[in-house]
């Protein structure tokens, strides 16, 4: 690949990748990922972006324009902040007092515009929401406001609702009236009636349809916007496969258009404007983050490009409420606002400033991502556990604070560190089980299958990744998942979680206290085996009396669930299980628990965060609760805690208290629990090493970055700072000079006389006197002319300091003199202030010897390298070592044997050494040494894991090119006189030793 093609690439944002052409049996030819040739070639990119980065700033004059074009679209804006001490909250419940952070959250919702309510689980948004609507309608800000809770919360939102303002007139939808035959009723009552609020669920909020009209100008200006893309992109020459992608979008849009223009209109449909609602509140607002979005990046992690029905439902439904309201008039409100991709910031932005992305020209999502965002490859496990592969995501993020500035315009972020709740502190448990010989043999198969499935050798209905995903987590959940014969182990995660339930259940009998136990695989079911009722049949043979035991998925209603919950809470059900999905938001059960056990691992840090938040919650009687997390080491579990930890990263930067840095690369306390975990599951010494290096490598580029922040302002300080401070000094040295002149001309005299408003005075005594006079009446900070003394004119105004009177006494210089209460020790004071003027002459050298100092140290200390370059070069290079060995070597299982495994390679390995050594070495001819080394089909030879070309002659020259050319991935050794050997060394090193005299010499390694 040619540097101009990784340079459009980089443009375009996109990684680099090679492929090479390959003619099967038929002769029909394929594209092939080049693994090695592709893992070099990013290694280049990101050479290349770093040196942008390095020369884009070198430059004074062109940082300085970047600098300030920067500031003044993104850096001109400070987040407002908001008081809500004042408002009253008439009506409110008098039994019921909001927290600070809550009425802060209402004044923001009141007299900003749309509001994210991000706070913490547990910091009580319902309440925020349920009074900010209640002061909206009673202050005349909205007539109606509609509820959109998830679909089981509606009567607890509702329960709610009315404890906080118990006169409140509030409709809520049963599942009832949403059916065929009573919606239009119920839209109708809603319509017509004049409700303080009216609460409906997700799937029904997405039943209620937007105008037609609306529908057809939302999808044509959807229309419009991928074709101005697909036009831009083929303009820049972009890739043909992501043409076809956006093509095939704009025709399934079209097509959309053309079904909704024909089908017959019904007028008897009550549509969502004709429901009179102008206040619209969205609760756990993360079930709408799947909104499309078009970029011409191919391939990202962390991208998603998947439209959501009720996404693009939503947003017509926002883009309605803003063009009724004036942006004001949409509050979304969750706990986990970032809950799986960096997109999802976007993606906010979207729903609750567009116009603001608009007048920052941030719409489509390619602007905002080059303007905050960079995508980076780097290695992974697989998911099927069993190796490793190069992957590139969107996982950076730069220029934080202003990307902060922005999104808290909207967001009003609380996180625990800042409200103080009274909450118990959590203890947190990894506990790591060792494979069985079951799992370890499944999870080799599963890499065979991944690997059948990536040659595309299977048939996408009888195998596919989404089905091996699926067979990965069964299996480091229980082997028995895949089949109900294998045996039970006594060391599975699923067993040390029932032990620990088990012993928990005994400690705490006397209190009763109560544990929960999420796990989102393997749900109980009719004849089949489940995790479910596995750990409670061996409970309930260790003693656990059945009704103390109970699932979540039995409470099949609401009213089941209210009294599941409440006999959770009283100790009466000491252990519940259940999934995220129906165990998660709005359980609110944390009165007596003492411990969660997370047995499976999700696969968003949500979910993580909300299953925490049943038990770190408000209201809990422990002091201290204990948080078990089970992973299977050398599973799925691997790389599902992986996931974790990459979106965690961002989320952790985002969701804080604190000043974000410059950019989204440190790694924050709880993203290192995740990795963690991880590093337990993992079981590769090669893989903590990765890990741990990633955490100095990050530590060693910030250290870069300061030292080189510091360079640019000194440089900055060369150019601009010190000239100008020094011509100023000099200037002031010449003009006290010519001062000094005027004023040795009456020194020694006993008084020269003084002019006071036109009046002159020749004894210093009446002088005196009228000076005092005339100064004391001053009440005026702007200075008031006087006269003249010794030459030099004379003003007075009052201090800004002292609120004293202060005369300025004026030459080529200004000379200030505060004023007391004695008339003849202020004409003393005006003499020494003259008088003193060598002295402040002196002074002012003394300043400017200071400043050329200092300009002489700058430029030294701007000559001076980064001290620890040399160590984060090695550092890196043994990174993109352990990067092209885990990616190139990851799927070469530790149990096979090195004869197998070199078969395996060679082909691979045989045509990128002689293409390499062919191009560095002239095309010459090669033959083998058959002697010392294994011979593979004539080319390459193997010295245990390495590889040999050989030539027969060689000059001083060709050593000479080849110490000049140290890309060469190669070693260059002399085994017999007048040869050289060529030995591919798979780390990315050149050596080179010559051999003289029947003696090798040292290797030189580049």
């Known amino acids: 690949m040619s540097a101009y093609k990784i340079i459009e690439n980089t443009l375009n944002l996109k990684d680099v990748r090679v492929y090479d052409t390959v003619t099967d049996e038929n002769g029909s030819d394929h594209s092939v990922l080049n693994r090695r040739e592709t893992a070099m070639a990013q290694l280049k990119q990101e050479t290349v972006k770093e040196a942008f980065k390095d020369w884009i700033f070198r430059d004074p004059e062109r940082r300085e324009e970047l600098v300030s074009k920067y500031n003044l679209l993104f850096n001109s804006t400070r987040p407002r902040e908001y008081d809500g001490s004042h408002i009253s ?21 009141l007299y900003g515009g749309n509001t994210l309510l991000a706070h913490e689980v547990g910091a009580g948004k319902t309440y925020e929401m349920a009074a900010a609507a209640m002061e909206s309608k009673r202050l005349g800000l909205c007539n109606k406001s509609l509820f959109v809770v998830p679909n089981h919360l509606t009567e607890q939102m509702a329960s709610e609702f009315l404890r906080l303002y118990p006169a409140a007139n509030i409709l809520v939808a049963t599942k009832k009236d949403f059916e065929t035959a009573n919606r239009k009723k119920f839209c109708a009552r809603v319509a017509t009636g004049d409700y303080d609020a009216v609460i409906i669920g997700h799937s029904q909020f997405e039943r209620i349809p937007v105008s037609a009209k609306r529908q057809e100008e939302f999808i044509q200006k959807q229309i419009w916007d991928i074709a101005d893309a697909i036009e831009d992109f083929e303009a820049q020459g972009g890739s043909r496969f992501t043409t076809k992608q956006m093509e095939k979008t704009k025709k399934s849009l079209e097509a959309k258009l053309e079904k909704l223009t024909s089908q017959e209109r019904k007028d008897d449909v009550v549509t969502f404007e004709e429901l009179g609602v102008d206040r619209l509140f969205a609760d756990e607002s993360q079930n709408f983050k799947n909104l499309f979005l078009y970029t011409k990046m191919r391939n990202i992690a962390g991208i998603p490009q998947t439209d959501s029905q009720k996404s693009s439902d939503m947003f017509m439904k926002c883009r309605y409420m803003d063009k009724l309201t004036g942006g004001k008039g949409v509050i979304f409100a969750t ?63 730069y220029n934080l604070p202003e990307l902060m500035n922005v999104f808290k315009d909207v967001a009003d972020i609380k996180t625990a560190d800042t ?30 299958r991944a690997a059948a499935v990536s040659a595309k050798a299977v048939e996408p209905n009888v195998d596919n990744m989404l089905l091996i995903t699926t067979d990965g987590r069964k299996i480091g959940l229980d082997q028995r998942l895949m089949n109900s014969s294998y045996p039970d182990e006594p060391q599975s995660k699923v067993n040390a979680c029932m032990e620990n339930i088990h ?50 998925h039995d409470a099949d209603n609401e009213q089941k669930k209210k009294e599941l919950f409440a006999k959770v809470r009283k100790g009466s059900i000491r252990i ?47 002091k201290l609760v204990h948080v078990y997390r089970y992973v299977t080491e050398g599973t799925f579990d691997s790389y599902l805690y992986q996931a974790l930890e990459n979106k965690q990263k961002f989320i952790s930067q985002i969701m804080t208290s604190k000043s974000p840095m410059r950019s989204c690369e440190d790694i924050d306390e709880s993203v290192l629990s995740y990795a963690e975990v991880k590093a337990l599951a993992a079981g590769n010494p090669e893989i903590r090493e990765k890990m741990a290096l990633d955490v100095e490598v990050a530590k060693l580029k910030m250290a870069k970055s300061s030292h080189q922040n510091n360079i640019y302002t000194l440089q900055d300080k060369l150019n601009k700072h010190y000239p100008t401070s020094i011509k100023l000094v000099e200037s002031s040295i010449e003009r006290l000079q010519q ?54 004119e004379m003003s007075v105004r009052l201090s800004d300091i002292y609120k004293m009177p202060e005369v300025t006494l004026k030459g080529t210089f200004s000379h200030s003199v505060s004023l007391g209460d004695s008339p003849s020790g202020n004409i003393t004071r005006l003499n020494n202030a003259l008088d003193k003027i060598p002295e402040r002459i002196a002074t002012q050298q003394e300043r400017i010897e200071s400043l050329r100092k200092q300009v002489k140290d700058a430029q030294e200390e701007v000559l001076r390298p980064f001290q620890k370059e040399d160590e984060l070069n090695a550092k890196l290079t043994r990174l993109r070592e352990l990067d092209i060995s885990l990616n190139m070597d990851g799927k070469i299982r530790s149990e096979e044997q090195p004869e197998a ?46 590889y040999a070309v050989q030539k027969i002659s060689h000059s001083q020259g060709i050593i000479h090119n080849l110490n000049n050319n140290p890309e060469l991935l190669a070693m260059i050794r002399t085994h017999e006189k007048d040869n050289i050997c060529v030995t591919y060394d798979n780390i990315g090193k050149c050596s080179v030793a010559q051999k003289g005299n029947g003696q090798e010499q040292e290797a030189v390694s580049y």
């Open 89 to 109: 909250f008439p009506g409110m419940s008098p039994e019921i007092e909001l927290r600070e952070h809550q009425s802060n959250a209402i004044a923001h919702i």
């Open 335 to 397: 706990g986990t606002p970032i809950s799986n991709s960096m997109t999802e910031l976007y993606t906010i932005m979207r729903y609750l400033r567009y116009d603001r992305l608009t007048d920052m020209s941030l719409q489509h999502f390619d602007a905002w991502a080059s303007t905050f965002g960079e995508t980076s490859t780097g290695i992974e496990l697989a998911p099927e556990g069993s190796g490793y592969r190069a992957r590139t995501r969107f996982s950076k993020f």
């Open 419 to 448: 409200l103080n709740l009274p909450r118990p502190e959590a203890e947190f448990h990894n506990i790591s089980v060792k494979p069985t010989e079951v799992q370890q043999a499944l999870v080799k198969e599963l890499s065979d």
């Open 503 to 552: 012993r928990i259940w005994e400690e705490t009998r006397g209190e009763r206290s109560t544990q929960l136990v999420f796990c989102d695989f393997s749900t109980p079911g009719k004849d089949k085996f489940n995790v479910y009722d596995d750990i409670r049949h061996k409970l309930l043979q260790k003693g656990i009396p059945e009704g103390e035991i109970a699932y979540i």
């Open 576 to 622: 519940l299980m259940g999934s995220t999905q129906k165990m998660g938001s709005g359980t609110n059960v944390q009165d007596k628990l003492i411990a969660l056990h997370d047995l499976d691992c999700p696969w968003r840090p949500s979910d993580l965060e909300q299953r925490a938040g049943r038990i770190i919650r408000q209201g809990n009687e422990n």
């Open 739 to 792: 001062d000094e002149k005027l004023a040795a001309k009456t020194k020694g005299e006993e008084f020269p006389g003084m002019e006071i408003m036109g009046k002159r005075y020749f004894k210093r005594d009446t002088a005196a006197e009228a000076l005092h006079k005339l100064c004391k009446g001053i009440a005026s900070f702007i200075p008031t002319d006087l006269g003249e003394y010794r030459g030099f």
């Open 901 to 946: 495994v070199a078969a395996k390679s060679v082909p691979d390995e045989r045509n990128y050494l002689i293409d390499s050594a062919k191009r560095k070495l002239g095309g010459n001819s090669f033959v083998m040494d058959a002697q010392k080394c294994r011979v593979y089909s004539g080319d390459v030879l193997e010295i245990g894991e390495k």
